[in-house]
């Protein structure tokens, strides 16, 4: 059964909108929620962290929003730039054992 | 430069001939992961390695080996290769130490199995 199921499976933006992207998870025992970045041809690489003792965490344009009780976080995107074009999948992870569970991944186009 | 590299990065090969593809990492890194990308599916666990002989299975393991005789490297063994493992491959390292659970992927083995 897929733990964790993200959405939309594609985004379209605008130049200079916001992007967002959901992620829900079923185990309560994860303790680190990532989400990565890739770019066609290229492994996906670590775009911003979060853990569950904080609500949200911010590292320029990007964010993480995270609702423990409704075991949802999201990735919004300020000021979205053709260069944002993407795949992200959202993962999570406990106890670092290396074991990590993502997400289907969502395909994003900034149009300029 | 730190890096995880793969080999080869695209194959062609046929039903039941016995592969490899080789995953090395130079950042001294335990833990060490082979996943699959399938378009809808995202990227799947399929085996994972917290040190030197010590290997465990992801999500989809069935169909392919693995095994971890030294550090740097881990390579995954596909020895009866079938259609619907035609897939992206990535190899993974990470480190338990210093609080990040940061994954660093390789840039990708292209697998057609015809």
């Known amino acids: 059964q897929q733990q964790v199921k993200q959405s939309p499976q594609s985004l379209i933006v605008q130049k200079g909108g916001i992007s967002i992207i959901n992620c829900a998870y079923e185990?309560?025992?994860?303790?680190?929620f990532p989400w990565y970045q890739q770019f066609p041809g290229k492994g996906p690489a670590l775009l911003i962290a979060?853990?569950?003792?904080?609500s949200e965490k911010k590292e320029g344009r990007f964010t993480i929003s995270f609702n423990k009780s409704a075991k949802q976080f999201s990735l919004h995107i300020m000021d979205s730039q053709p260069g944002d074009s993407a795949t992200y999948f959202c993962?999570?992870?406990?106890?670092?054992?290396?074991?990590?569970?993502f997400g289907q991944g969502t395909t994003l186009q900034v149009k300029p | 430069e730190a890096q995880v590299t793969q080999n080869p990065r695209y194959l062609i090969t046929v039903t039941g001939k016995k592969l490899t593809v080789t995953c090395s990492q130079n950042?001294?890194?335990?833990?060490m992961s082979w996943y699959r990308q399938d378009p809808g599916l995202g990227l799947r666990q399929i085996y994972y390695?917290?040190?030197?002989?010590?290997?465990d299975k992801g999500d989809v393991p069935e169909g392919y080996k693995v095994s971890r005789k030294e550090k740097r490297n881990f390579p995954l063994i596909l020895e009866s290769p079938s259609p619907n493992q035609t897939s992206l491959y990535f190899c993974?390292?990470?480190?338990?130490?210093?609080?990040?659970?940061?994954?660093?992927f390789g840039p990708g083995t292209r697998l057609t199995v015809t």
């Open positions: 390695s917290m040190n030197v002989e010590v290997t």
């Open positions: 950042m001294n890194h335990e833990y």
């Open positions: 185990n309560t025992a994860f303790d680190y």
């Open positions: 993974a390292s990470s480190s338990p130490t210093g609080g990040s659970y940061e994954q660093y």
């Open positions: 993962a999570a992870s406990k106890d670092n054992t290396g074991k990590l569970i």
């Open positions: 979060i853990r569950p003792d904080v």
